[in-house]
């Protein structure tokens, strides 16, 4: 099978570019044809895979790329299209609609912020015609599926599919300064981006009020920053010895760290499906996570901003062993194969 995936691809890092990489190596590892157009990419790195095309500098090299990548596609490609909170994408859909008329085309939306985007009654009706333009879509979460369900997208169309994706397993290592902690201290890691949706905060709070000969906390931030958020954070960090920050590491080096971990915590505001939360438990790690969207099954859920109920918690002494056994990656398969059937 051709499939050209449409998204971002590390770096820079993020849960889409994350799942995109290792949906590539599962596809390619079954012997199907896959390319990449990273929309994000101005030029190709020294590490980019030969199946990744980058779009090009500046607008009109984005375009140029965009409509070259679209003529040579042959008609029988599954075009897959991954997106997050659908904040841009929504204008340039009609072209991307357009220039792939032929194609078979599947869009994945991995951002759960997009829900609080699309109320007003003109922009309901806008994504209603978006998505029922397309063959399949792929929601990561209940929450979305309803949403999308009540602007009138075609239910058939709709597929819930958790973007997880196991990561490989590899001897990379982790930083000394945390390495040297594991095993000695309860290991807490929490990421995303530095930006307010992730509120921070709520942690902070509870590592004032945690022994911290018994605990140390790792933030890896990546990606996405908000100066005025991210000197906030700094500084409410600085205070505490047992806090380590990490930024922008590669998926294998922070994969390794939850391996090592102890705890992870979620404390974001607004969720699509977390890979960094199903990452965890596949490792069979303990999981605290905000009440925003519903959570995997054996995540202990705190009131979303609560910071009380997540030092709880903590203090709760909660273990987990959960392991994921579904086969998320033969359910996206089955996508491919049934529309193109």
């Not at 058939?156 to 594991?182: C, G, R, V, W």
């Amino acid at each position: 099978m051709d499939i050209l995936i449409v998204g971002p691809y590390p770096p820079p890092l993020g849960g889409n570019s994350v799942h995109i990489q290792r949906l590539v190596s599962l596809l390619q590892a079954e012997k199907h044809r896959v390319k990449v157009l990273d929309m994000f990419a101005d030029h190709p790195t020294e590490h980019s895979p030969s199946e990744v095309l980058s779009s090009g500098d500046g607008v009109v090299g984005k375009l140029r790329m965009l409509i070259s990548t679209a003529w040579s596609t042959p008609y029988d490609t599954v075009v897959h299209i991954h997106v997050s909170a659908m904040g841009r994408f929504k204008f340039i859909a009609p072209f991307l609609l357009i220039l792939f008329l032929r194609q078979i085309k599947v869009i994945t939306i991995h951002s759960g912020s997009f829900i609080s985007k699309t109320t007003t009654h003109l922009q309901c009706i806008y994504v209603k015609f978006l998505l029922n333009r397309f063959h399949g879509i792929i929601v990561v979460n209940q929450e979305q599926a309803n949403h999308l369900k009540g602007l009138g997208v075609l239910p058939q169309k709709l597929n819930l599919i958790p973007a997880f994706l196991p990561p490989p397993i590899d001897a990379t290592d982790i930083p000394y300064e945390i390495k040297s902690i594991s095993g000695k201290k309860t290991l807490v890691v929490t990421s995303g981006y530095l930006t307010p949706l992730y509120h921070y905060e709520v942690l902070v709070d509870c590592i004032a009020h945690l022994d911290p000969g018994a605990f140390h906390f790792v933030f890896a931030f990546y990606n996405a920053v908000d100066l005025e958020y991210e000197a906030k954070i700094y500084v409410m960090l600085q205070q505490f010895a047992n806090v380590s920050i990490i930024r922008d590491q590669p998926p294998e080096v922070f994969a390794a760290l939850l391996r090592q971990s102890d705890i992870y915590v979620r404390t974001a505001l607004t969720d699509g499906d977390a890979v960094a939360v199903r990452e965890a438990l596949y490792f069979g790690k303990t999981v605290f996570a905000s009440s925003c969207v519903m959570r995997p099954d054996n995540c202990y859920v705190y009131q979303s901003g609560n910071s009380s109920d997540l030092c709880q918690l903590f203090l709760s002494g909660n273990e987990s062993t959960y392991r994921p056994s579904e086969p998320y990656f033969q359910q996206i398969l089955h996508v491919y194969n049934s529309i193109s059937a």
